[in-house]
């Protein structure tokens, strides 16, 4: 496995960023879902604590291919603590961990379709919505399926290509994409695009279907 060699070389001290991530998963595999550490880059100003390194945690879920509820996606302080000291005695002594979640992108979107003569307008609403909850999300989300990529922009023409091929659909009209407030339906002007900052992922806000 790739993640006993990583662990071995790491046991004492963890030195790249990459070795924290490998060790926070098998430190609390029950409740630690996914994991990302990122160094922050020099601003314009030059200003980085040496040796920073942030440790974005997303939690475990029951069901981590459907809809995640905002409550879902916040971190337990309990658990915070408990990561922070098992990685406080495997980090270099120049090396500040700060544990916090993501910043969570919440998209809804709005998808116009006529479903084929004889379709079952209920099973085809549901296999689109359960598409559209396992792709704009955290865990299993994304174009790779191991969870939206932190730092990656949604564009409109990713909806499209995530409901290609749905049965029974005989055409889509239209799709609107909306950068929407945890866990709400869409609302406000539809965008092309919802641009994710580094630490950032995309979450589902809640989608609807309308048969045309």
Not at 11 to 36: D, N, Q
């Amino acid at each position: 496995m790739v993640l006993v060699p990583a662990l071995l070389r790491s046991r004492a001290r963890a030195v790249p960023e990459s070795a924290f991530e490998y060790l926070a998963l098998p430190a609390l595999p029950a409740v630690i879902g996914r994991v990302k550490c990122l160094q922050p880059l020099p601003s314009d100003a030059g200003r980085v604590v040496p040796g920073q390194v942030y440790v974005l945690v997303v939690p475990r879920a029951p069901n981590p291919e459907g809809y995640l509820t905002p409550e879902q996606l916040e971190l337990n302080p309990a658990d915070v603590k408990s990561l922070g000291a098992y990685l406080d005695e495997r980090r270099l002594l120049t090396t500040r961990l700060d544990i916090r979640q993501p910043a969570y992108y919440w998209a809804a979107c709005r998808a116009k379709l006529r479903a084929s003569p004889g379709a079952d307008q209920a099973q085809v609403n549901a296999e689109v919505l359960r598409r559209l909850y396992r792709f704009l999300n955290p865990l299993k989300g994304g174009p790779d399926g191991t969870g939206w990529p932190f730092g990656r922009t949604l564009y409109l023409s990713d909806i499209y290509q995530c409901l290609q091929g749905v049965p029974n659909v005989q055409f889509v009209r239209s799709i609107d994409l909306y950068a929407v407030k945890p866990g709400s339906a869409p609302a406000g002007q539809p965008v092309e695009s919802i641009e994710v900052i580094a630490h950032g992922v995309v979450a589902s806000g809640l989608h609807s279907v309308e048969f045309v």
